[in-house]
C-alpha cells in the first residue's frame, strides 16, 4: 500500500521567501509522486509529478520537487512567494502498474505574508 | 477546451436520503474516478470508471456506488446518506496513464 505524509499542516511565508512543503512517501513499488494545489472553492490543479525519470522535477509556476530515495522525501519548494501561491496543497502517491487510486496527504496551506 | 464539470455544485439533503452526483470528463478522456474530500482533509479515493466497469474502488461502503456512461460521462450515488457522508467530491478524469484533470466538486451537506 502506498501513503504519503505532510509535514506542517500551515505554513506561513513572507513574499519573496522560500516555500518548502515537505512529504514523506511509503510505497511497496517504485512511487508515483504528485504535488496539486487547491484553491478555495476550487477542485486539484496538478503542479508537477514524478514517474522515476529525472529525480528533480520542475512544474507550473515556478515550483519544483525533488525525489530522494534514501530519504523516502518529495519535497515540493518555489524560490521565491508570490501572493498568488497562498493555497491548500497536497501531496499524492500512486502505485502506477495497474493501482489507479492516489493517495493523498492531509494537505498544507500555505500563507504568504505581505 | 471544458474541463471537467460536475453538477450540482451544492447540494443538502437530510439523514437517509439519496443523492446523485454527475460529472463530465474533459474532452478526450475516458476515465473517471470519484473523490471525497472531508473538511481539512485530503481527498479519499471512492472508485475508478473505466469502459463502464468499475475498475478499482476504494475503503467506502456499498452505499456507494456509481456508473459510466457510453459517453464517459458518470455519476456517483449514495444511498443512506449519513452525517459523516458531508463533503466535497471531486470527480476527477484522464486517459491512458495521463495526471488526474479534477473538477470544482460538488459540496454536499447532510443533515
Known amino acids: 500500500a502506498q501513503s504519503v505524509t505532510q509535514l506542517g499542516s500551515h505554513v506561513s511565508v513572507s513574499e519573496g521567501a522560500l516555500v518548502l512543503l515537505r512529504c514523506n512517501y511509503s510505497?511497496?513499488?517504485?512511487?508515483?509522486l504528485f504535488w496539486y494545489v487547491q484553491y478555495p472553492n476550487q477542485g486539484l490543479q496538478l503542479l508537477l509529478k514524478?514517474?522515476?525519470?529525472?529525480?528533480l522535477v520542475k512544474g507550473i509556476n515556478g515550483f519544483e520537487a525533488e525525489f530522494k530515495k534514501s530519504e523516502t522525501s518529495f519535497h515540493l519548494t518555489k524560490p521565491s512567494a508570490h501572493m498568488s501561491d497562498a493555497a491548500e496543497y497536497f501531496c499524492?502517491?500512486?502505485?502506477?502498474?495497474?493501482?489507479?487510486?492516489?493517495?493523498f496527504g492531509a494537505g498544507t496551506t500555505v500563507t504568504v505574508r505581505a | 477546451d471544458a474541463g471537467v464539470t460536475q453538477s450540482p455544485t451544492h447540494l443538502i439533503k437530510t439523514r437517509g436520503q439519496q443523492v446523485t452526483l454527475r460529472c463530465s470528463p474533459k474532452s478526450g478522456h475516458d476515465t473517471v474516478s470519484w473523490y471525497q474530500q472531508a473538511l481539512g482533509q485530503g481527498p479519499q479515493f471512492i472508485f475508478q470508471y473505466y469502459e463502464e466497469e468499475e475498475r478499482q474502488r476504494g475503503n467506502f461502503p456499498d452505499r456507494f456506488s456509481g456508473h459510466q456512461f457510453p459517453n464517459y460521462s458518470s455519476e456517483l450515488n449514495v444511498n443512506a446518506l449519513l452525517l459523516g457522508d458531508s463533503a466535497l467530491y471531486l470527480c476527477?478524469?484522464?486517459?491512458?496513464?495521463?495526471?488526474?484533470?479534477f473538477g470544482n466538486g460538488t459540496r454536499l451537506t447532510v443533515t
Open positions: 514524478y514517474t522515476s525519470a529525472a529525480t
Open positions: 510505497s511497496s513499488v517504485p512511487p508515483y
Open positions: 499524492a502517491v500512486s502505485g502506477g502498474r495497474g493501482d489507479y487510486k492516489l493517495s
Open positions: 476527477a478524469s484522464s486517459r491512458f496513464n495521463s495526471p488526474l484533470h
